[in-house]
Every structure is written in C-alpha cells, then in structure tokens.
C-alpha cells in the first residue's frame, strides 16, 4: 500500500523550531521529487519546499527562505523539514507530497501551530 505520513507537527511558541517528517511506504521515495506544502484556514495550499529526486535541487519559498531546511534520507525513505523560528503566520496543516513523471502521492497532513 502507498502511503506518505507526515508526523511532527505541534503547538509551539513563536521563534520555536519543529521539525516535520513525511515517510513513505509502499515506493521508493528516492526516485520521487518530494515537496511540502501548507494551507491556512480560508486560504489555498501553497509551496513550501521541494528537493528534486537525484540532483538534490532544492527550492524554498521567500516566506521561509533562511529558516526552513529540507532533507531526505533515502535509508529511511524519509523527508524532513526543519523549521526554526517560527511565525504565527507559519500556522497551517503541513502536506508531504511525491511526484515522479505521473505518479502522484499526497499525506494527510499534520497541523502546525504557531502561538503565545
């Protein structure tokens, strides 16, 4: 069965550090582009971060540039995000996706709440 599970997600202070995890089963996570994605209540889901499958490129949105890292470890076929100072304006459920040529895969998220 494919499945992608993000965990890590929690209530936390701002100028606070999560990190997020996207696992994968049922594929091989290495030959996928995996991104993370967000949606705020009321609002679309936007990009976050991205690394390509084998080049290792990878992209950060404006918001997050400087205090956000993606990183896979292809032993664990895991993603993760660190965040680290975190805003409330980072507040939102956080999504994992893996995408290679037509396969698609998408987690059910996990919220992250950021508040005093």
């Known amino acids: 069965q494919v499945q992608l599970v993000e965990s890590g997600g929690d209530l936390v202070q701002p100028g606070g550090s999560l990190r997020l995890s996207c696992a994968a089963s049922?594929?091989?996570?290495?030959?996928?582009?995996i991104g993370w994605f967000r949606q705020a209540p009321g609002q679309e889901r936007e990009g976050v971060s991205c690394i390509s499958s084998r080049d290792g490129n990878i992209y950060y949105a404006d918001s997050v540039k400087g205090r956000f890292t993606i990183s896979r470890n292809n032993a664990k076929n895991t993603v993760y995000l660190q965040m680290n100072n975190l805003k409330p304006e980072d507040t939102a459920v956080y999504y994992c996706?893996?995408?290679?040529?037509?396969?698609?895969?998408w987690g059910q998220g996990t919220q992250v709440t950021v508040s005093s």
């Open positions: 049922g594929f091989t996570s290495e030959n996928y582009a």
């Open positions: 996706n893996a995408k290679w040529g037509l396969r698609e895969y």
